[in-house]
């Protein structure tokens, strides 16, 4: 009997609602309405009530449109039924009721549709929030390439304030140039150890503080350091120089850890532009983060002895609808094996519980 193969559209239209039910599986992504740019000039507009707006709807709701492509397989004899990466029905039936969605009844039809109408709003929330707002951002930044330059500077600054904490092994040197651009020696001049700490505290700050103006985190200045009336570069930065550090910074502030002119601070940038420079994954950064949140829904609504292998590969295909599974042999939709799926998302599990 000849199989053959089709695309089907699954279209998901709707506004979520971010309930008390969705909330503990999501938590929306933190964005400061109130210093945020409008780009909104009449004379009219009240920027102040605008943000005041887009912050209530961020907190309340998010407008969604996404386009699914599933894999179905049609027999000659008209029996018809979707690929095992793309059959979240089936595996959902089998989760909540430890049997195929051809034999429940209606009222088990209406609690499958209801739990399903839940695990696509939530992986639509992270797919909004987190995904679209920063991971495929991160994922767009390491192609640009300019990871190297965004890592120097911050190194920079970061060396700087090791230096200050330091003092008894750094020196400040100035040197004068001719006009050939050769040292002249006998004007070199070492700053002594009276202004030494003076020089190192106020070089820290003229680079810390310029970092802020620039990132527009000028909230982070403590009184004291806004007192300094440090002056402010107008250069122009390179855009996509600035996109790469940009990110990082929000990456911390996301893990609670916000600017500060200290070596610690500086360090956890460094390093995240360092990871970012070598094996940082955004995409599996973001599973990471969805695939727990998706795991702890099932289980608070599944049979009491459901088969986990079911469970696993409901998340495999919740990931695969979105487009979230890593481009990889194994994990391919034909000729990747059912064992390295499963194994996938026991992976992801666990990571979340370290």
């Known amino acids: 009997m000849e199989k053959t193969t089709h695309i089907v559209k699954m279209i998901i239209d709707d ?29 009219w507009f009240d920027p102040a009530e605008y943000n005041k707006q887009r ?4 907190e309340t709701y998010r407008d969604v ?3 699914i492509d599933l894999i179905e397989f049609r027999e000659e004899n008209g029996e018809r039924y979707y690929h095992p990466d793309y059959d979240f029905q089936e595996y959902s039936s089998r989760v909540l009721f430890k049997k195929s969605m051809d034999i429940l009844s209606v009222e088990e039809k209406k609690e499958l549709d209801d ?6 709003d939530v992986i639509s929330l992270y797919t909004e929030d987190y995904w679209n707002l920063i991971y495929s951002q991160e994922q767009e930044a390491i192609l640009y ?4 330059d965004a890592y120097d500077e911050i190194k920079d600054i970061l060396n700087v304030l090791k230096m200050r904490e330091d003092l008894s092994n750094s020196e400040f040197v100035l040197r004068h140039r001719d006009e050939y651009g050769s040292v002249i020696t006998d004007e070199t001049t070492q700053v002594n150890e009276d202004y030494k700490r003076s020089m190192f505290d106020y070089y820290a700050q003229l680079k810390y503080q310029n970092f802020l103006h620039r990132f527009q985190l000028t909230k982070y200045l403590i009184p004291e350091e806004a007192n300094l009336n440090i002056p402010i570069s107008k250069s122009k930065t390179d855009p996509n120089l600035d996109k790469e550090i940009e990110m990082a910074i929000y990456a911390l502030h996301l893990k609670g850890t916000d600017p500060s002119c200290t070596v610690d601070y ?16 955004p995409l599996y950064e973001f599973n990471k983060l969805v695939v727990p949140a998706m795991n702890e829904l099932i289980e608070d609504h599944a049979h009491e002895k459901y088969k986990k292998k079911d469970k696993h590969m409901l998340l495999f295909s919740m990931l695969r609808l979105f487009r979230f599974v890593p481009n990889k042999p194994n994990l391919d939709i034909f000729k990747g094996s059912e064992d390295a799926k499963e194994d996938f998302i026991k992976q ?3 990571k979340d519980k370290k």
């Open 65 to 67: 449109e996404y386009e």
């Open 55 to 58: 912050k209530e709807q961020h």
């Open 266 to 281: 500086f360090h956890k940038l460094n390093d995240k532009l360092a990871d970012h420079h070598g094996k940082y994954n």
């Open 348 to 350: 992801l599990i666990r």
């Open 15 to 43: 506004r979520i609602y971010i309930t008390d039910l969705i909330r503990k599986y999501f938590t929306p992504v933190h964005i400061d309405f109130d210093n945020a740019k409008t780009g909104k000039a009449a004379s």
């Open 115 to 120: 739990f399903i109408g839940i695990l696509l």
């Open 145 to 148: 390439q300019n990871l190297t």
